[in-house]
């Protein structure tokens, strides 16, 4: 039997009984709802991963169906859905960043939600024509944003109290 731990405490030789604390060496594995499929519990993920897969296949098709690249465009829209899905992927990637990059991407179709009503609704800073799906769809993602940083802070609230 080795010493007593600095501490006082006896180290772990997988004899005693274990108290709980993983010792040096030992490999555990991750609680439930951690890992890779334990981050799209997060409603931010899959807010994230939705903008991913809707802008990304309405950008890459537009694209490759011939974008107009005259002021208005459709190539500038998907340039715009590009930016967003790339946001978006940043924030799947580093879930630290997650909800960061969701009050970004909300904050930027609510903004074009309140220039399409306030300024023109037929293109959005000179360059980016709105369709009728668009005044659908921009106000939507603004309200899914929301909604999603609505239950994180209510699940980060509802942890803080256990």
Do not use: K
């Amino acid at each position: 039997m080795s010493e007593n731990a600095p501490d006082g405490r006896q180290p772990y030789d997988g004899r005693q009984p274990h108290d709980g604390r993983q010792p040096h060496g030992e490999v555990q594995p991750a609680p439930p709802g951690h890992g890779r499929l334990g981050a799209l519990r997060s409603p931010a993920a899959w807010f994230c991963l939705l903008v991913i897969v809707v802008f990304g296949v309405r950008a890459l098709s537009t694209l490759a169906g011939g974008a107009g690249w005259s002021a208005p465009g459709t190539g500038w829209r998907s340039l715009w859905q590009l930016a967003m899905v790339a946001l978006a992927a940043g924030g799947l990637a580093v879930p630290r960043r997650r909800g960061l990059c969701v009050v970004a991407i909300g904050a930027v179709y609510a903004a074009a939600t309140l220039l399409e009503a306030a300024v023109n609704d037929t293109t959005l800073i000179g360059a980016i024509p709105v369709d009728m799906r668009d005044r659908l769809i921009h106000p939507l993602v603004a309200i899914l944003a929301a909604a999603s940083l609505a239950v994180m802070s209510l699940r980060m609230r509802s942890t803080r109290t256990r």
